[in-house]
């Protein structure tokens, strides 16, 4: 039988942007449905890690934080100092448990899982949202579905949390990037220690291809064989996925929807990153919601500003094209003594000085020759 209900704005999607625009609304004076098509969010495992550049309302919750990470291509090791803005990771369970909790304790927010959304239409003054079993009347909604669209470029990942009997990892130290010998692509190991015995260690691509080779549990094995061969360890539990990284996603939002999260153009291309994106949409959405609801306001088509989009795209044309010369490129961007600059860079917040500081340390004509060639999306 269809339930008919009526409220002031449905979230679609309890993700990480469906969550953190729900936290902002517990005990507001909207009533708020969220719906969900998964039984179980909890169901995957995800690590969110971030530079600290912009205050969110997770500092109590965060899994592990570190000053400083390494960067690693065959014989030269670089050091990235995160003094200022310490590198962060926040485990999704306990996000998504922390903010369930608080919809639980508040009448507010209805949360309804196991509802895949259909169709969404509008009209004057409100939005009709069906699922199999609901149709929701509401005046605004936000929605985080992925887009069936186009990607020029994914990255795609495979991750085990290793456990160890004996000391081995340097927890003080995490492998921001270690290119592997695969020459032809951009490929690398990421390494978080939570402690000397447990590690997340990730298997990372770059690619315009969906491809699964070197991503899986038996790559992590043979990795932590050959670089801890002392160890006697195990995979507790294992996560994976892909992010879209395109610097031309465009947020599709209308008056009345609301796009928000990674498809809605959160994502940094060149990175990946997206969490702090999501903090700063869902913050920027409270402080205007009177005027999105009223359609006064549209939220902005492109998340991140030109200077930034076209530097990415550059950049990942020649991960691209020329994977070695990418990964030399990193190497010397990070080699300077103070990172503040190129954590801003890559955390949005780059200033004019920043940019000009990377664009020097760039190796200038291979960036001059990307910035004119057009790459084919296939
Ligand atoms: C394994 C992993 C690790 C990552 N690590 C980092 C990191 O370290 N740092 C960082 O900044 N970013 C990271 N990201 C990128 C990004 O932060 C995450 O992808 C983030 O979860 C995006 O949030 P979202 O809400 O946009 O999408 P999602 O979290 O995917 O949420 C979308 C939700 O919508 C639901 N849904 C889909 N279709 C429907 C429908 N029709 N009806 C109802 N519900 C629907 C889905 O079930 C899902 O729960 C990572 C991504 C992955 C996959």
């Not at 670089?227 to 892909?242: D, L, M, V």
């Amino acid at each position: 039988m269809l339930t008919k209900s009526e409220y002031d704005l449905v979230i679609i999607g309890a993700g990480c942007a469906g969550l953190s625009l729900a936290h902002r609304l517990v005990g507001k004076n909207y009533k708020v449905c969220i719906l969900e098509s998964s039984a179980d969010i909890n169901l995957k495992n995800k690590l969110w890690s971030f530079w600290d550049t912009y205050e969110t309302p997770y500092d109590h919750i965060i899994k592990k934080e570190w000053e400083s990470l390494v960067i690693k291509n065959k014989n030269s090791l670089v050091n990235i100092n995160c003094k200022k803005y310490k590198y962060k990771s926040l485990d999704s369970h306990v996000f998504n448990n922390f903010i369930l909790n608080l919809i639980d304790k508040n009448d507010n927010i209805n949360f309804i899982s196991s509802s895949k959304v259909k169709s969404l239409s509008t009209n004057k003054s409100e939005v009709i949202v069906k699922t199999k079993d609901h149709e929701l009347k509401c005046k605004h909604v936000f929605d985080s579905r992925p887009e069936n669209i186009k990607v020029s470029m994914w990255q795609q990942f495979f991750g085990a949390y290793v456990e160890s009997e004996e000391d081995i990892f340097d927890d003080e130290k995490p492998m921001f990037m270690e290119f592997s010998g695969i020459e032809d692509k951009f490929h690398f190991i990421y390494l978080l220690p939570f402690s000397k015995r447990e590690a997340l260690i990730e298997s990372t691509y770059f690619s315009q291809e969906k491809e699964d080779q070197y991503l899986d549990k038996k790559y992590i094995e043979e990795y932590v064989k050959e670089n801890y061969s002392q160890s006697n360890f195990k995979i507790r539990k294992t996560e994976y996925g892909s992010i879209p990284m395109d610097a031309n996603i465009k947020n599709s939002s209308t008056k009345s929807i609301t796009k928000i999260g990674s498809f809605s153009g959160a994502t940094r291309a060149s990175t990946g990153y997206t969490f702090i994106n999501i903090q700063k949409q869902v913050d920027n959405i409270i402080n205007h919601l009177p005027d999105i609801i009223s359609k006064r306001r549209k939220i902005k088509k492109n998340y991140h500003s030109y200077i930034l989009r076209k530097m990415d795209e550059v950049f990942l044309k020649i991960v691209n094209e020329e994977p070695r010369q990418m990964k030399n490129a990193l190497i010397k961007l990070f080699s300077s003594n103070n990172n503040d600059a190129q954590i801003r860079f890559l955390s949005d917040i780059p200033s004019i000085i920043d940019i000009v500081k990377i664009i020097l340390l760039l190796p200038k004509k291979i960036f001059l020759k990307y910035s004119f060639i057009k790459i084919v999306k296939k």
